[in-house]
């Protein structure tokens, strides 16, 4: 029988009654619990705003502007992603003024009569609402799903009611060129030439995907910002092109350079006067992860560098970085196992895998520094290591490989005998299914050989400026993002 203690206090008016139960579980048939859910949403880009004003042009001129994109201060601090991918489009740019009511007409446009009073404004923001006849909604989109077919050229009619609301498109007589370098990634983005088809439409990649502009940036790469040029290149009038180009684009007279235009974009005489215009709308289409974080069980090889460039101070600093990557790891028996080699003038196996912390901690604060600098036998034993049915290697589980080195491989022999048995060691490994990540400290190491023989891709590799930052690199690579 339950223990059951009875406090009874009775009473009438002023007086209370307390009841206490002892020795049996009592639930509450009403609670609440609240979990704090919070997010800081950032744009992973900034890009340098205001309009590209090209003024009065006349036929036939090159003129250029810039427009600038890099990665958003709140993503280069952002230690779990690397890299973006963007695209950019063109789309059908809205006017601005003012909507009669009655005939549907555009001040400043063509003539306001019979309008004096029912005057609605129009703003010149895509996103501004427009409410016409047949159509109700964003700006934007009533430009981009109702352009004429063969307008702009040969069949203009300056009443048409798209011309009204919408611009005559300039898309075509754009050219987009990335002019910076890329980092240790040279030549990733994909410039588009002048006089190409506008193709507006949200399909557009399946219709043609040559005419939308492709850029990529990555911290990775040291590829944090891309300039591009907008070339606009003035497009004549029919029956009253100069010839400075022959029918195939070539210069008649090298002292006087020109363009041809292609006689599909030759304007006919009605839009004289008239004002082009086109938006372009620059789009993130991919973000890398790094993803160590989200695996539940690892075998991991950290593979770490303690040659003598690495002063005592520095090799302080890096054990200090990995053994916070080790314990943000948090090895166990049954989840993350951990192991390490380590290289100067050749290569130590210090620690089988385990999942036992302390003995992570114990390889890393033995490391000591001296000697020259052995990439390929450092993997070499991490790959063996990882692959030779270890008691704490599980063939089941995911295999990484961590690099870090502040300097290029000049053992076996000498830099160029090194780097490519180093090369063909981490090929070996990524074929027997290993992943490896590398991160790059300091000045003097070959980011370009690094990130792309030995890292598995972009993303995988990471530069330090020096071993101050490899901390947050490397306990940014536990942060799974989901």
Known sequence: ???????????????????????????????????????????????????????????????????????????QGENRVDDVEYVIKQKPKVKGGWVCGETRQVAGDVPLEGCDSNMNPFPGDPYSSLDI????????EYCEDNLPLNSPYGAYNPLDEYWRYCY????????????????????????????HESYFWEDVSILNPGFIAVGRLAKSAQDIADNWTIDLKVPCFVNHCAQEADDEGNDLDDDTPGFHVPEEFRLPSEVEHLVFGTDLWIEVTGISLTEIGCEEQIDLMLVLDRSGSIDAGELTTLKNAANAFATALAPTGVGVHVGQSSFSSTGTLDLHLTGTEADVHTAINALTSGGLTNLFEGLDLANAELNNGHEHERPAVKDIIVVITDGNPNQPTNEATAKAAAAAEADAARLAGVEIFVVGVGGDVDATFLQTDIADNAAHYFAATDFDDLQAILVGLTVCPE
């Open 1 to 75: 029988m339950k223990n059951i203690k009875w406090l009874r206090k009775i009473g009438l008016g002023g007086i209370t009654a307390v009841v206490i139960i002892a020795g049996a579980a009592a639930f509450s048939a009403f609670e609440a619990h609240i979990v704090n859910v919070t997010a800081r949403i950032e744009n992973a880009l900034s890009v340098s705003e205001g309009p590209l004003e090209f003024g009065t042009v006349f036929p036939q001129e090159y003129l250029t502007r810039d427009i600038q994109v890099e990665l958003s201060d709140s993503f």
């Open 168 to 195: 005559l498109p300039l898309a075509n007589y754009l050219s987009k060129h990335e002019t910076t370098e890329d980092g240790s990634e040279t030549d990733n983005d994909k410039s588009v030439e002048a006089f």
């Open 133 to 140: 006849e047949g159509f109700e909604g964003p700006a934007w």
